[in-house]
């Protein structure tokens, strides 16, 4: 909780006059799975999210033992052995949507920024795709990341039912924050 605080105070600091949309239950489903062989799938449906629509600054926060996997084994092994969520507690996006227009939804945007994942810290770039339902924003995008650069290591047992290369989808519904 006192990352959540952190978090949030840091992206807030920013002047008040600034339209901010958030949610507290954003969606992240990681894939790293290799065909023919178990699922390896899960998903984070308590993820935070914020969006300054003055200047298209966005952040993500999702605590990582909040991935849900449907085997309770490989969600163990991911904790402990691959992500060390003890170590490494949560996950960070930081970034700006480029050329951002609140005027301008129901397209896409390339979503431009960072990346703490297992304390290393690397640039990703993302499509985005944002559209307005009354007052709210559907953010829908798809990005990948390599294991290695992120400095998890896959055992040789598994390296073969593991894919270093992991497909990231987000799914955010941000509500304009009441003051």
């Not at 490989?74 to 480029?98: D, T, W």
Request: glycine share 4%; net charge neutral; proline share 2%.
């Amino acid at each position: 909780m006192k990352y959540l605080v952190l978090f949030w105070i840091s992206f807030v600091s920013v002047s008040n006059a600034q339209e901010k949309y958030w949610t507290r239950s954003g969606i992240l489903i990681f894939e790293a799975s290799m065909p023919a062989f178990e699922d390896v799938r899960a998903s984070n449906e308590n993820v935070t999210a914020i969006l300054n629509t003055e200047d298209g600054t966005f952040a993500v926060l999702a605590l990582v033992k909040g991935f849900r996997f449907k085997n309770a084994l490989m969600e163990e092994h991911f904790n402990e052995s691959y992500i060390e969520s003890n170590l490494y507690p949560k996950a960070i996006f930081k970034g700006k949507l480029l050329d951002f227009n609140l005027q301008e939804l129901n397209k896409t945007y390339t979503l431009s920024g960072t990346l703490e994942l297992h304390g290393q810290t690397n640039t990703v770039s993302i499509k985005m795709k944002i559209n307005q339902e009354k007052q709210i924003l559907n953010c829908k995008g798809i990005f990948t990341v390599n294991a290695a650069d992120y400095n998890i290591e896959i055992p040789k047992i598994v390296r073969n039912k593991v894919n270093d290369k992991v497909t990231i989808d987000i799914e955010f519904q941000l509500m304009k924050k009441s003051d």
